[in-house]
């Protein structure tokens, strides 16, 4: 079982910090997205325009550019780059409600609901090549690399966890490899993007790419725990969707391990077969609880999360580092 790791601190950990150290940066990489997600087919400008009015917490731009001011970089490539991060971001999720068939993206009806798989597909593609775009006109190889060496990676843990769906013996490392790929490459390259941009050497760059992959890492983990553990209010999303999906996360590994046979025969007949009504995921939920496996995943989280913040030893300081190291402690502290 990991160990927790209290974060200390005399109020409720906020990505407020964050918010306030890069909106003057966030304004010029939201005129980037307008100006990008436009076209002469009106549909794709309406659907991209659903997701991103959305808005969400614009976490992974914000840290390109908060890692920028981490190292006081003074130029204006993160502008392009940020935005570029944000729709290799959206163009995933577009991707993900059509495969997951999801009803609810940030409390908001999804863009398949409302417009179709097809059209969400496709739109999701035009928003990836946009981020192309944007890529090759920064000039830099090494940019280039790190960020489509990201969206290459993010596709395989798609898949990966696709054919680990309904497979109640996948591994915790198996697990891992999964969240790795499909959630923190995006992460890590978006920090590491900052210093490339900023002319720093290897060594900062592995740094702030360990800060943005265990960051990932723990905000994904949190994740997979509050699908049992909240309410579609408070997720923007449909409670227990993971459950219906037959996905395997780290919670239910841990349940499954732990538990008695009658215990795993549910699991088995859960994920498996699909026998997950209400009534099966309120006793799911139970059994998590009880086993543990809730508080071990967010403890596993905290985890992380402490690596992420250990990463920036050493790394700048003042306002920049300590809006950093508040999102980690937001992160896993979150609720929603």
Same mark, same amino acid.
């Given at each position: ?50 997701? @991103? ?33 944000? &729709?290799?971001?959206?163009? !995933?999720?577009?991707? *993900? ?16 609901? @409302? ?38 990676? @993010? ?27 499909? !959630? ?32 990932? /890492? ?42 008695? *046979? ?10 498996? /077969? ?44 003042? !306002? ?14 979150? !609720? &929603?």
């Amino acid at each position: 079982m990991a160990t927790i790791i209290p974060f200390r601190r005399d109020h409720a950990p906020s990505l407020d910090p964050m918010i306030k150290l890069v909106a003057a940066d966030m304004n010029q990489v939201n005129s980037v997205i307008l100006e990008r997600m436009q076209s002469d087919v009106p549909l794709i400008p309406e659907l991209a325009g659903h997701l @991103i009015a959305g808005r969400g917490k614009r976490m992974r731009p914000m840290l390109t550019l908060a890692c920028a001011h981490l190292l006081d970089y003074g130029g204006a490539r993160h502008h392009k780059l940020a935005a570029c991060v944000e &729709f290799i971001h959206t163009a !995933t999720l577009l991707h *993900d409600d059509v495969v997951d068939g999801s009803n609810l993206r940030r409390g908001r009806r999804t863009a398949n609901l @409302i417009w179709g798989n097809a059209a969400s597909v496709l739109v999701g593609d035009f928003l990836f090549s946009r981020s192309f775009e944007l890529m090759v006109e920064d000039g830099s190889l090494r940019v280039l690399k790190i960020l489509s060496g990201a969206s290459s990676i @993010i596709a395989q843990g798609e898949v990966d966890q696709l054919t680990a769906q309904r497979r109640i013996e996948t591994g915790e490392a198996h697990y891992l490899r999964i969240i790795d790929a499909k !959630t923190a490459a995006l992460f890590a390259a978006a920090c590491r993007i900052a210093a490339v941009v900023a002319e720093r050497d290897a060594k900062t760059e592995e740094a702030l790419d360990s800060y943005g992959r265990n960051l990932g /890492i723990a905000f994904q983990l949190v994740d997979d725990a509050i699908d049992y553990a909240s309410d579609d209010a408070t997720m923007g999303k449909d409670a227990g969707d993971d459950f219906r999906d037959g996905k395997i996360t780290l919670p239910v590994i841990l349940a499954y391990a732990r538990g008695s *046979d009658a215990d795993r025969k549910f699991w088995r007949d859960a994920i498996e /077969i699909g026998k997950n009504d209400d009534d099966q995921l309120a006793h799911a939920t139970r059994l998590l609880r009880d086993s543990g496996a809730l508080a071990d995943t967010l403890a596993r989280a905290r985890h992380y999360g402490q690596l992420a913040i250990d990463a920036l030893a050493g790394i700048g300081g003042g !306002t920049a580092r300590a809006a950093l190291v508040e999102a980690v402690e937001f992160a896993v502290a979150r !609720t &929603f």
